[in-house]
DNA sequence: TGTGCTATTGCAATCGATTGCAGAGCCGGG
DNA sequence: CCCGGCTCTGCAATCGATTGCAATAGCACA
């Protein structure tokens, strides 16, 4: 018991102090190197296996844990994946979080998530996750401002998005196909009958709001409607009170839209409120369909109509591209896209002549 | 430029290399451990105030940023907090862990948050954020087996718990008033001439299911309801489905119940299914309260009367009491409770005789 | 001018694990 | 019988930051 020093006390106090490698090392009369390769996936066949059995016998008597602090230090990596998420309290995120999360806990790795929305700057948020150590980064940012990219570039960071796509098209990402689930709202509406279609947009710097936004447009006119007939309102933001005022407006126009397609199921409650402001019946007046599927969206009154993306499937994606990324293999699929699916509810019926 | 070593190259290749504290100190012509002084604001008044500013200038015209790493090993905390959540999926859950996650990140702690449900043993999962070296827990799980506790306490760890109690009620904790929010159910329904009134309740090895089956009783005793008049059935789990097949099972009784009360707003989304099933209206045949005031309630058909409970502030509260046990203070009030709220919406009405 | 302080700074050990290199022991072939 | 080669283990440096102790300088006061 010769090992406490004079001069510096152990800065853990006597208290707990978990076993060290030494300890195993010392009850099984072998060099601390020793332990490290034999409990080493990687190393263990430098080590006799009989040895490598008493000293796997001996760290699970002592109950022995490895210490990722030192281990960080030493290999200079953390094991730590940072998640910038816009807003944990959005119900679609979730799904996309323990999709990431799973995975990347499979593989060793713990994910610490960060909510941009109420902290400050999300560079600075960035920097204390670089100062964590993080050995890459997954943004699921809404607002995927320019400067963070280049930031996450320069620390030469392996960084994926996810529910995002960067304009450049630089960074790889998992995400839904818009314009597809456009396609499928605005086809759907137009089979039953439906010629005044109008879209709540979603904020137009976020990319599903633009590619949304996008993707209704190029279906209209695929479809040979007139753009006039296809009135936008675009939002600043994806909530609830958002996509009311938009709706307002958009039923202020001369020729009242008879179906409204938001870009958000957020937005389209917002519909909904609009709707019942004006005293409007839905689907009986006007048809709407919503966008992500988020959890309840079928109990409703009524329910809603929406196209569901693969949000689970996202987040694993994301994080297969990250790992892949961390392995040192650059994956040929840079940007993963999902299918999208219509979920057909009580929103939307024929429009009668 | 004599710092490369003969033997051992640097881990972590040519590339980026964050500048440390050595690279300042060089800078700035003094020793590391005056660098490190500095820029820690507990031992700055050691250093001379040109200097420090000089170390300041160096340092951020350098880019430095402390090694976490590094730190935590010698000083043996790692500034990281873990958080065990049931299910992240449960929209309930979000606002809570975001009023943990803010006062944390305030005072520099970060957290990992890990999802029980869908991973192997909490056993495991607690070892892991042990390994690496977490400062704390907050415990947030729904099924709190004693052995987890135990174990927590054996790693000598500080520990709370959020919506949640232990048994025996060792463990600081923030929850909810369960037996308050039943209380005002039960007294809603009353006043509004409920006599027969059902209770849907969660699973009894939950503190929420069983606290409030007991909150829901006494209230049925203190309005001097008899108890044949009050029956119960519990569930295995917080699931819709479950909520559905418990409250068939109150319906098919021989008094029907004309109001039901559930333990969470899931189980009574599921009552809804079975009302729906029996061809029973709600609010007309049967008023419904729920527990919790989970996102979008409000939106459903009936728009659900349901108990708010302050999932934020417990949130807040849990990490106040966590961030008093790291400071080694050991707060007064080791069980803080939040009152719970009625919000009254469209699923009850008075009961006509 | 000498003594005693205090305010600063440097030194070196240390946290726990990893890993390149060196050395020991052993085997078989020539 | 010797040597090349292989397997296994020990040694020691190292990652970056912290901190108790020692040392120095500067200053005041007698």
Not at 176 to 182: E, P
Not at 210 to 227: D, K, M, P, T, V
């Amino acid at each position: 018991m010769k090992r406490t020093s004079p001069s510096t006390r152990s800065p853990r106090a006597a208290a707990s102090s978990r076993p060290t490698i030494k300890d195993v090392a010392a009850r099984c009369d072998v060099h601390p190197s020793t332990v490290s390769r034999a409990l080493s996936p990687a190393m263990k066949h430098l080590v006799a296996g009989d040895v490598v059995e008493r000293i796997q016998a001996a760290a699970n008597a002592l109950g022995y844990r490895l210490n990722m602090a030192a281990k960080g230090l030493r290999t200079g990596r953390s094991g730590l994946i940072g998640v910038l998420a816009p807003d944990i309290a959005d119900p679609g995120f979730p799904p996309v979080l323990s999709g990431i999360a799973d995975h990347l806990n499979a593989e060793g790795y713990a994910t610490i998530v960060v909510d941009v929305g109420s902290k400050g700057s999300e560079q600075d948020l960035v920097d204390r996750l670089i100062a964590r150590g993080v050995d890459g980064l997954v943004l699921a940012t809404v607002s995927l401002r320019d400067d963070v990219v280049k930031h996450c570039l320069d620390a030469a960071l392996p960084v994926v998005l996810v529910n995002r796509v960067d304009a450049a098209g630089l960074l790889p990402s998992a995400a839904s196909d818009d314009a597809a689930g456009m396609r499928l709202a605005v086809q759907h509406l137009v089979a039953l009958g439906h010629r005044r279609i109008g879209h709540v947009a979603g904020p137009q710097h976020i990319s599903t709001g633009a590619r949304r936004r996008a993707g209704f447009e190029a279906s209209i006119r695929a479809a040979g409607l007139s753009a006039s007939h296809a009135p936008v309102e675009a939002v600043e933001a994806y909530t609830r009170a958002a996509g009311r005022e938009a709706a307002l407006r958009l039923l202020a126009r001369r020729t009242r839209p008879t179906a409204i397609v938001a870009a958000n199921d957020l937005l389209a409650l917002g519909v909904y409120d609009a709707l019942a402001a004006r005293g409007l019946a839905c689907p009986g007046d006007v048809s709407v369909v919503g966008h992500n599927d988020m959890p309840f969206v079928d109990m409703v009154a009524p329910p809603l109509t929406t196209v569901r993306i693969a949000q689970r499937d996202m987040g694993e994606a994301a994080a297969r591209l990250l790992l892949d990324r961390l392995a040192g293999r650059e994956a040929a699929t840079d940007h993963i896209v999902l299918a999208p699916e219509l979920i057909i509810r009580g929103s939307t019926i024929a429009y009668e002549h």
